[in-house]
């Protein structure tokens, strides 16, 4: 391949550049990784670098089959990896206002469940937006095959997907209570704010002490929780942030080992029906 001359380099990354955060978004939920995504993204560019890039009519559409196949490829080995993964396995945590596309953390974690073409046809047509015919070349399928797999797909997250729109303020208030409540002991407060099949996951991949298992039902909760308010009562726990934790109500504490964590809340009819807590250090390096 011949050098790419610096003038070359500018006009390519012109095209790229603007669309990188748009890409990046179709990596992440692909593949939920901040790290892997990134990686990806910047592998689309060096392919860009590489094409004939005046025979591109539509550089978004070109760069976003890239990038999906991309994905594709590098699921193959995440799954692999995820088979002798310690503990529950959550994606990594993006901290701050999501986009408007509705994908929360459970429904991430049901996107999980998908084949990867099931996830590519879903994410790309019912999330971005992108018509059957462009999702069908992305992922080498005809038309008719590519929308039965969205259907699938569809169905398969449909549980996973908020009945009703939580406003931000009420979600916000819930979590501030419940800071306070887990981190002060008062689990009378605290269980007030739980439904009664309420679920928590807490991931640490092996590097920090947390449950191996889904810890299920709010008696189990409140117990961990229990436990836990005695350690921090004597360790401490710092709160540093309060925002949207991947389209969830949550918060950000630096812990005693001087980690960070992230907690996010999900809530259906003003209760708590899953706390996911992200303690992997690897998965929280963006967040610093």
Partial sequence: MAATRPGDAMDAAGVFDPLRPLLT?????MLGSVADAEDVVQDAFIRWLAADRAAVREPAAFLRRTVTRLCLDQLKSARRRRETYVGPWLPDPLVGDEEEDDVTLP???ALE???PLERAAFLLHDVFGVGFDEVAATID???AATRQ?????RAHVRD???RYK?????GMEIANAFFAASRSGDMAALG???AADVGMWADGGGKRPAAAIPILGKALVLKVHRSVAVLLRKYGSTLVHTGMINGLPGFVTREADGELQTTALEIEDGKVTGIYVMRNPDKLRHVH
Wanted: proline share 7%; charged share 35%.
């Fill in 166 to 170: 939580l406003e931000k303020e009420r």
């Fill in 160 to 162: 996973a997907r908020p």
């Fill in 192 to 194: 007030a704010l739980l």
């Fill in 141 to 143: 399928r005809d038309p």
């Fill in 113 to 115: 469940r998908l084949s």
């Fill in 25 to 29: 978004r179709v990596a992440y939920r």
């Fill in 149 to 153: 797999l969205a259907a699938r797909a």
């Fill in 107 to 109: 429904l991430m974690l």
